[in-house]
């Protein structure tokens, strides 16, 4: 066939897809005018992961796996968009990872609403100025963000899904790599790549700053300066790219969550995070995680964080499989509670594999 035919089948093929994604775009209206009347939520994570993973099981191929998610991702923030716009709140300003975070899980369909720090976001969310936030919760080089957890023992939010983004770190200069004489970045791209500081710029100051946007800013001001940041950061400026994937750990994975405050549907694969405390004495922890072995139950997370009263008594943060309905999730929960101090389920949402 002639590439004028081959151009002629991909624009016939383009006008039905259209067609088809008009047609879906009114479903959507109308179901979108259904949760009105009903007062239920516009965003419906468990019936997103549901219909990703109906995609991924029946794409025959060439399309792979990744671009079909992208794909469907944009087309459902545009059915989002048209049944209720929605603001998302996340660490800023723009260009970080957790703006990254928000674009790739949401779509270009929604508002981002950057604000200064973690506790914001939950505090966005909480007051409802934003209907959901966007916060990082652990890294596989770095480990957990405390913002967070602590954040989540005090405000009245939910999880309601959770994100993983692949971390890729790249380094901005004027200058080669001999010429660097500082690094900027935020703490956590500082230590997701320490062993390559260590061996290509040793002699280099490193430069703590409030975000990986604002490094870029300072890189930008100083001949003989550096900054590390994501691509995101890096999109807007003239600097060249002087190394890229310099993180240690090459699957450098972020772990997001969504908070909101609904409470998802079980969709038979999902995660319950939580929190609890309890008065030390001998064998409290072995205890209080007894339910989840008699329950049968598999804990995929623990946690634990000291309390601000300042006497070595800890917080514990707990992920399970299973969604808090499920009887044996809540019978668990009921004993473990029935011996602690403090105890609070943070939500129930799709688990996200890989
Ligand atoms: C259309 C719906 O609303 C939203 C958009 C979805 C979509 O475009 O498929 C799926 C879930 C919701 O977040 C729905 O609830 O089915």
Known sequence: MSIENLRTGIDEIDSEIIRLLNRRCELARQIGAWKHENNLPIYVPEREQQLLDRLADHNPGPLDRDSLIAIYREIMSAAIKLEQPMNIAFLGPEGTFSHQAVLEKFGRGVTCQPVPTIADVFSAVEAGRADYGMVPVENTTEGVVN????????????????????????????????????????????????????????????????????????????????????????????????????????????????????????????????????????????????????????????????????????????????????????????????????????????????
């Open 147 to 354: 913002p967070t957890l602590d954040s989540l023992t005090e405000a009245n939010v939910r999880i309601v899904a959770e994100f993983n983004l692949p971390v890729h770190l790249l380094l901005y200069s004027a200058s080669p790599l001999s010429e660097i004489r500082c690094v900027y970045s935020h703490q956590q791209p500082l230590g997701q790549c320490r062993e390559y500081l260590r061996a290509n710029l040793p002699n280099a100051t490193l430069i703590e700053v409030t975000s990986t946007t604002r490094a870029v800013e300072l890189a930008e001001r100083e001949r003989d300066a550096a900054a590390i940041s994501g691509k995101l950061a890096g999109d807007n400026t003239d600097l060249p790219v002087v190394a890229e994937n310099i993180e240690d750990n090459l699957r450098n994975i972020t772990r997001f969550l969504v908070i909101g405050k609904q409470e998802n549907k079980p969709t038979g694969d999902d995660k319950t995070s939580m929190c609890f405390a309890f008065h030390d004495r001998a064998g409290a922890l072995y205890d209080a995680l007894r339910p989840f072995r008699n329950h049968n139950i598999s804990m995929t997370m623990i946690e634990s964080r000291p309390l601000k009263s300042g006497h070595w008594e800890y917080n514990f943060f707990v992920d399970i499989r299973g969604h808090i309905s499920d009887p044996e999730v809540a019978a668990a929960c009921a004993e473990l509670k029935s011996d602690c101090s403090f105890f609070k389920v943070f939500g129930s949402y799709p688990r996200i594999q890989n």
